[in-house]
Nanobody, 121 residues
Framework: QLQASGGGLVQAGGSLRLSCEDS????????MGWFRQAPGKEREFVAA????????YYGDSVKGRFTIGRDNGKNTVYLQMNILKPEDTAAYYC????????????????WGQGTLVTVSS
C-alpha cells in the first residue's frame, strides 16, 4: 500500500520534500510516478522514474524545479520540490506501475492517498 507524506503549507519560493513509502516493501519492483490534482482540475502528471532510477521524466510545469528520486533499499520514492509557486497547490499522489513509466494515469496500477501541498503567495 502506497502512502504519500510530506505535504504542508509553504510560502512561494520555498521547498518541500514529499515521500512515498510502500508498506508491502515492493517499491523497488516498480516504476513510480507523482501526480497532482488541484481543486476543480484534472489530475496531472508531475514526474516519473524508472525502477532502476536511471531515467526520470517531468511535466513541463515543474521541469527545473522538481526532482524525483528513489531509494529502493528504503522502499521510498521522493519528490523534491523547489521554488514552489501558488499554482503548485494541489493534492499530490504517488503511483506505481509494473510495466510503464511516463505521464499516462492509466499506465499506473497502484495509487496512494494524496498529501496536500499549499503554497501561499
Amino acid at each position: 500500500q502506497l502512502q504519500a507524506s510530506g505535504g504542508g503549507l509553504v510560502q512561494a519560493g520555498g521547498s518541500l520534500r514529499l515521500s512515498c513509502e510502500d508498506s508491502n516493501h515492493t517499491v523497488g519492483n516498480y516504476a513510480m510516478g507523482w501526480f497532482r490534482q488541484a481543486p476543480g482540475k484534472e489530475r496531472e502528471f508531475v514526474a516519473a522514474i524508472t525502477w532502476t532510477g536511471t531515467r526520470t521524466y517531468y511535466g513541463d510545469s515543474v521541469k527545473g524545479r522538481f526532482t524525483i528520486g528513489r531509494d529502493n533499499g528504503k522502499n521510498t520514492v521522493y519528490l523534491q520540490m523547489n521554488i514552489l509557486k501558488p499554482e503548485d497547490t494541489a493534492a499530490y499522489y504517488c503511483a506505481a506501475s509494473q510495466n510503464y513509466v511516463g505521464s499516462r494515469l492509466s499506465g499506473y496500477n497502484y495509487w496512494g492517498q494524496g498529501t496536500l501541498v499549499t503554497v501561499s503567495s
